[in-house]
């Protein structure tokens, strides 16, 4: 079955971490591309104050407040939504955090925490958000990593979350393919991005951690979830460096291996003392889409946007190549005169 998706303006789109980083750039971008939002996340005070703001700048929003981790809380919140707006058109599933810390030092009832909301989260979310899209169509936006194909020391528990959400996302669209279900299922997985990921990271190391480069924006990641909520589409790499680390990885693994366990855990590690030794706490109402961290940040992915727009690309790249055959053609021919 082919799977139609609309426009994004004709579009109620869900989003689960909706008040920080990229759940916040993706709501803030579709709000200026006048889709319909339901907004969800755990601080009732941001999930208002952004409502508000994007209510005034003509976008029709409602908010509930949830936990992905509670399937209760979740239906809620796509019940109201189908109250709100007679259903919904895309479910994104985006909330998630991480851990760093060796593997010896970090307790498992930490780990576990975090499966609650990086996998079952997204299970749940899913779920919940087929349960109304396999009668009215629409698309299922999940959010891996460049660590869902590979690993990274530090951030074990991520790493092993972020692969879980890949293996459950492709088992479940194969599932849908076989039932010709008019949905369609898209991982996205992003490079590092200059989000508050580590300052609401739990931290077990004695510095403050930091991602290691290269870091891009989160509105690029914006831009592919809403390119899959209108476009079909099974997998984006969001940064060109995170195709690039994944292919590092399969060709050349032992290799990698070493690679990694030297400079994956330097590249991770600040000089400044750890800021707090808790951390994931719970957002203060402040809507921040970028972490405070001074660093050097990409704001464009040309591999995004050809992986993105592959035709247009393919005609850019011969255009440009017949401009150079044209041009080369033109110096030969005054080099005879």
């Known amino acids: 079955m082919t799977v139609k998706l609309k426009p994004v303006a004709q579009q109620v789109i869900v989003i689960t971490g909706a008040t920080s980083g990229i759940g916040l750039a993706t709501a803030r971008l579709a709000a200026s591309r006048g889709a319909r939002l339901m907004l969800i996340a755990r601080d009732e005070e941001a999930l208002r104050a952004l409502a508000t703001q994007l209510a005034d700048q003509g976008a029709l929003v409602e908010y509930a407040v949830a936990d992905v981790s509670n399937a209760d809380q979740l239906q809620a919140a796509a ?15 985006n909330a998630g955090a991480s851990i760093f810390g060796r593997c010896a030092d970090v307790p498992i009832d930490e780990q576990k925490a975090l499966f609650e909301t990086n996998f079952w989260g997204v299970v749940q979310g899913s779920m ?18 460049e660590l869902s194909d590979i690993a990274l020391p530090l951030q074990a528990a991520y790493v092993a979350s972020k692969h879980a959400v890949k293996g459950y996302t492709d088992a479940l669209r194969m599932e849908l393919i076989e039932e010709r279900a008019p949905v369609s299922v898209t991982l996205i997985k992003p490079s590092g991005i200059h989000t508050q990921f580590v300052e609401h990271a739990r931290n077990h190391l004695d510095v403050q951690p930091k991602l ?15 390119h899959a909520a209108c476009t079909p589409v099974r997998d984006l790499y969001v940064g060109g460096a995170s ?12 290799l990698y291996d070493r690679v990694m366990s030297r400079f994956g855990i330097a590249s991770q590690r600040t000089d400044e003392p750890p800021r707090t030794p808790e951390g994931n706490q719970r957002a203060d109402g402040a809507l921040r889409e970028r972490s405070g961290q001074k ?43």
Request: no cysteine; net charge positive.
């Open 128 to 145: 919940i958000a087929l349960a109304h899209l396999k009668q009215r169509g629409g698309a299922l936006v999940n959010l891996g990593s």
């Open 295 to 337: 660093r050097r940040v990409l704001e464009s992915s040309l591999y995004t946007q050809a992986s993105m727009h592959p035709r247009q690309t393919v005609l850019l790249a011969a255009g440009a190549a017949a401009v150079w055959m044209l041009a080369r053609y033109a110096r030969s021919s005054h080099s005879r005169v």
């Open 212 to 226: 290691p480069p290269p870091v891009y924006a989160p509105d690029i990641v914006a831009k592919a979830i809403l």
């Open 243 to 254: 195709a690039a680390m994944v292919t590092f990885a399969r060709r050349a693994p032992n």
């Open 79 to 93: 019940d109201k939504a189908i109250a709100r707006f007679g259903g919904f058109d895309t479910w994104v599933n």
